[in-house]
């Protein structure tokens, strides 16, 4: 069972646009929601988190929108360059105790020119 | 430093032959993880180390061999393999077991088994 759901699977956004990739888990235990960004040939790196605390978290371009209710968050990638092109992954964790990272299954984005 | 090594970068290996992959970090991490990545699709979690015991393993055949000989390094003993082994191999840090959301990950180890 896929615990963390995540949409679309790959996108193409024009440079300055907005990229924007949704996930969506069941688990209400969750209580750390990681994004990883993954360049080609290379490890997946940290990009932005949020903890169901607040609603919305921003870090330069990179915002992630979170609906507790709805059990959905959102990264937003605003003012997209082709230096964005890499595979994004959502993820979601329950802080307390040793517990596994649940990746979504991954967005590949292509930020053309 | 904020490095996680892995070498080699590629390994290329016979079904009947033994090799290891290694991994470092020099962050003070007590968590160390090791995954697999098939092309297209998300890192899948083999083995976790916390203070250098094996914590997890899911359920990964015994062709894969983990070792934590210190908090530093992770190796991953590899032998009589197959081919759909091949793959992109992780290692990641975290500073504790409970922060297993903040993973340090390396650039990975390319496998292709023959």
Redesign the interface.
């Known amino acids: 069972q896929q615990q963390v759901k995540q949409s679309p699977q790959s996108l193409i956004v024009q440079k300055g646009g907005i990229s924007i990739i949704n996930c969506a888990y069941e688990n209400t235990a969750f209580d750390?929601?990681?994004w990883?960004q993954q360049f080609p040939?290379?490890?997946?790196?940290?990009l932005i988190?949020i903890r169901p605390d607040v609603s919305e978290k921003k870090e330069g371009r990179f915002t992630i929108s979170f609906n507790k209710s709805a059990k959905q968050f959102s990264l937003h990638i605003m003012d997209s360059q082709p230096g964005d092109s890499a595979?994004y992954?959502c993820?979601?964790?329950k802080?307390?105790?040793?517990?596994?990272?649940f990746?979504?299954?991954?967005t590949?984005l292509t930020v053309i020119p | 430093d904020t490095e996680v090594t892995q070498t080699p970068k590629h390994l290329v290996m016979g079904m009947t032959n033994k090799k290891s992959l290694k991994c470092e970090q020099h962050m003070g991490h007590r968590a160390m993880y090791w995954y697999k990545q098939k092309a297209k699709k998300p890192p899948e979690l083999m083995f976790v180390y916390s203070y250098e015991k094996l914590s997890i393993n899911e359920s990964v055949p015994s062709r894969f061999s983990p070792e934590c000989p210190n908090s530093s390094l992770l190796n991953l003993h590899l032998h009589a393999l197959q081919p759909e082994d091949s793959a992109l191999y992780l290692c990641a840090s975290s500073r504790t077991r409970t922060a297993a959301g903040e993973l340090f990950f390396g650039e990975g180890s390319r496998l292709t088994v023959l």
């Open positions: 750390y929601f990681p990883y040939g290379k490890g997946p790196a940290l988190a595979t992954f993820a979601a964790t802080e307390t105790g040793a517990n596994n990272l990746f979504g299954t991954g590949r």
